[in-house]
């Protein structure tokens, strides 16, 4: 058995709160729709409805561009300090097992990854993972123009990057920059980046 909404006519059944299609509450059975908080006082049966055409807002006026956004009097020219250094990309990683790979192709990473190598097209690197802690494709390295990022596809436990003895969360489908010093945790393998 169902009702149909009051607003939309769309049926809707006896037990919801909502309609599915113009999302509006319809209420619970024997139970009556309260008012919205703050909203207008319908007005009783057979009064007339007065209705007010209101007025157009004037328009708001802009502020003031910040002093960062206005252009400078020109300064004159001072030698322009040097570049930060650019840190090395890096080329290999270390697997747990001291066997190293360079990182010259996409690589997939996992307890299992040859279903999802194939959807990177990459290779699969498959880590022994007895407590089950790893996903079966937990970590893509790839390398780009700005160098080597690994990306974590939507692992269950997440990878943890170590740089400079600070661990931060890879968010899922993010790519990160790594660099040669860093750590990857996968579950309870590590890999090292050189």
């Known amino acids: 058995m169902s009702t149909q909404c009051r607003f939309c006519g769309e049926a809707v059944r006896p037990d919801s709160m909502f309609c599915p299609a113009c999302g509006q509450i319809i209420g619970m059975p024997g139970s009556a729709v309260p008012p919205f908080p703050g909203g207008a006082t319908p007005p009783p049966s057979g009064a007339p409805v007065i209705e007010r055409r209101a007025e157009p807002l004037a328009p708001v006026p802009l502020p003031a561009p910040l002093a960062a956004e206005q252009p400078a009097a020109p300064q004159p020219q001072s030698p322009t300090p040097a570049p930060a250094p650019v840190p090395a990309a890096a080329s290999h990683v270390s697997l747990p097992n001291g066997r190293r790979i360079d990182l010259d192709?996409?690589?997939?990473?996992?307890r299992s990854p040859e279903s999802g190598a194939a959807a990177y097209q990459?290779?699969?690197v498959r880590l022994d993972d007895p407590e089950r802690a790893m996903s079966r494709v937990h970590l893509v390295l790839a390398p780009t123009s700005v160098g080597v990022v690994?990306?974590?596809?939507?692992?269950?436990?997440?990878t943890l990057l170590e740089r400079a003895g600070t661990q931060y969360a890879l968010v899922?489908?993010?790519p990160s920059v790594i660099e040669p010093g860093d750590r990857l945790l996968l579950g309870d393998s590590v890999l090292l980046v050189g």
């Open 122 to 124: 990459g290779t699969p």
């Open 150 to 158: 690994a990306t974590d596809p939507g692992s269950a436990n997440g």
């Open 105 to 110: 192709r996409v690589l997939v990473f996992g």
């Open 172 to 174: 899922a489908g993010t």
